[in-house]
C-alpha cells in the first residue's frame, strides 16, 4: 500500500507545539488526570490502584465495553471493538474494502476518511454540499445519485469536521434508508458525539438504526481526552466486527491497560466532561459570531449547529495556504487553511473547544483590521 501524506496532521506536526496560539483545534481543552480520577467511584479507584500492566484483551476490556454499550439503545458487548480511532478507521476500510469497489464520502473531510479507501485501488465519489444554499446543507438526494453498482461503502460524518453541518433527523433517517434500500455499508465517524448545541437535536448512532451501519466514537473529541488514544466500532453485523478484530493482532494487538481505565470512568461519569465542554463551545461561537458581524467584509461564515469546527470561507486575493503561513509568523496563531482538506484554497478551519479563544480571536482581529488597512 502507498499512501499520501496525511496534509492535516502534517500540517499540526508543523505548529501544534511550536505555534503561540490554536485557532483551529478541532478538539476541546484536555483534562488533567486530577480531575478524571477524582470523579471516580470507589470500585473505579480500585481498579486503577490494583492495576497491573499486562496485556489486555483485544476487544477491549468487559468494564470499558460495558461503559461504552450505555450510551447506545440496540448494541450488545460483541457488538463493540476498542483500539485507537485512526486504528479503527484503517483497519475496517482493509476489511470491508477490495481493488475496484465505489465509495463515496463526504467532503470536505478528514483525509483519513476516504485517503485509506482511495490506497486501497477503490473509487472514490464524493458527496458535496448543495451550493445553492447559504449554509452547508448535504443533500440526500445527491449522495443517492452518487450510487453505481459497484458502490459498497458510504462514509458520513455527523457532527461534521469542519463545517458544523448535521442533518435533521428528516435527511439522518434517508441517508439510512438509502444505504438499506442497496445493501450498503454505511461508516458513520460519530467522533463529536453528544457535542450538539442543543441537545434535543442529538442524533442516535447509525448502528442502532441499521444493521450494516458501522459507528466510530472515541475519547478525543466528546470528552477532552485524546491523549487516551481511544476509540470504538459498534456494529449489529458482527461479521465486519469479527474480521476488525483478526485484523488488529497485525497493529497494536490490545489497548493501552492505563486508558482502558481512564476512559471507563468518563464514559460513567460523561456529563462531567461534556457539559463543560459545551459550555466553552457555546460562548466561544457567540463570540465568534459577534466578531463576524464586525467583519462581515472580510470573511462568510455559516454558524454551526453541532460539534467543535466551523469552516469559514476567507475573502482574500491569495490563497488560504498562504494567509495561514503568514499569520502563524506574525502573531504566532495557527490556522488551518482549506488546502489541508483538499477542498479549494478559500476556505479556514475554525475550532470553538479552547478556553483561550477570546484572548485568540482578539490578536486574530487586530491582525485582520492591520492587514485590511
Known amino acids: 500500500m502507498k499512501i499520501k501524506e496525511f496534509a492535516v496532521e502534517r500540517y499540526f506536526a508543523q505548529y501544534e507545539f511550536t505555534a503561540k ?21 470507589a470500585e473505579e479507584k480500585e481498579r486503577w490502584n490494583n492495576l497491573k500492566l499486562g496485556y489486555t484483551e483485544t476487544r477491549g476490556s468487559l468494564e470499558l465495553r460495558e461503559a461504552i454499550q450505555q450510551h447506545y439503545r440496540t448494541i450488545e458487548l460483541d ?20 481493488k475496484g469497489d465505489h465509495v463515496i ?9 476516504y485517503e485509506i479507501a482511495k490506497s486501497l485501488e477503490t473509487d472514490i465519489s464524493f458527496w458535496e454540499p448543495d451550493q445553492q444554499q447559504q449554509d452547508w446543507y448535504y443533500d440526500p438526494a445527491g449522495l443517492e445519485k452518487l450510487i453505481r453498482p459497484e458502490t459498497k461503502l458510504i462514509i ?23 444505504a438499506r434500500k442497496h445493501n450498503l455499508i454505511l461508516f458513520s465517524d460519530e467522533m463529536y458525539r453528544f457535542l450538539d448545541h442543543n441537545p434535543k437535536e442529538t442524533l442516535d448512532s447509525a448502528c442502532d438504526l441499521y444493521e450494516n451501519a458501522v459507528s466510530l466514537w472515541g475519547t478525543a473529541k466528546t470528552f477532552g481526552l485524546a491523549g487516551l ?47 463543560p465542554n459545551l459550555q466553552k463551545i457555546r460562548r466561544n461561537l ?32 491569495g490563497t488560504a495556504l498562504d494567509f495561514a503561513e503568514k ?45 485590511a488597512h
Open 21 to 41: 496560539y490554536l485557532l483551529s483545534s478541532s478538539d476541546c481543552d484536555g483534562y488533567p488526570m486530577e480531575f478524571v480520577l477524582n470523579l471516580a467511584s
Open 156 to 178: 458520513v460524518n455527523f457532527p461534521h469536521n469542519p463545517t458544523g453541518f448535521s442533518p435533521s433527523r428528516v435527511d439522518y433517517q434517508r441517508i439510512i434508508e438509502i
Open 79 to 98: 457488538e463493540i471493538i476498542v483500539s485507537s480511532p485512526g486504528e479503527a478507521n484503517f483497519i475496517l476500510m482493509n476489511v470491508v474494502l477490495s
Open 327 to 371: 499569520l502563524v509568523k506574525e502573531t504566532g496563531i495557527m490556522l488551518l487553511p482549506a488546502e489541508t482538506f483538499e477542498y479549494g484554497d478559500k476556505h479556514a478551519r475554525i475550532g470553538f473547544g479552547r478556553e483561550n479563544f477570546p484572548e485568540v480571536l482578539e490578536i486574530f482581529g487586530n491582525y485582520l483590521a492591520s492587514a
Open 229 to 275: 488514544r481511544l476509540g470504538w466500532l459498534t456494529s449489529k453485523n458482527k461479521e465486519i466486527l469479527q474480521k476488525v478484530e483478526n485484523f488488529k493482532d497485525y497493529l497494536s494487538i490490545c489497548n493501552s491497560a492505563t486508558s482502558e481505565v481512564l476512559a471507563t470512568i468518563a464514559l460513567n461519569h460523561m456529563d462531567k466532561f461534556v457539559q
Open 105 to 113: 464520502c463526504m467532503a470536505p473531510m478528514y483525509q483519513s476518511l
Open 286 to 317: 457567540e463570540l465568534f459570531s459577534e466578531f463576524h458581524q464586525q467583519n462581515k467584509d472580510l470573511f462568510d461564515f455559516s454558524k454551526p449547529v453541532t460539534g467543535s469546527t466551523a469552516f469559514i470561507k476567507l475573502k482574500i486575493k
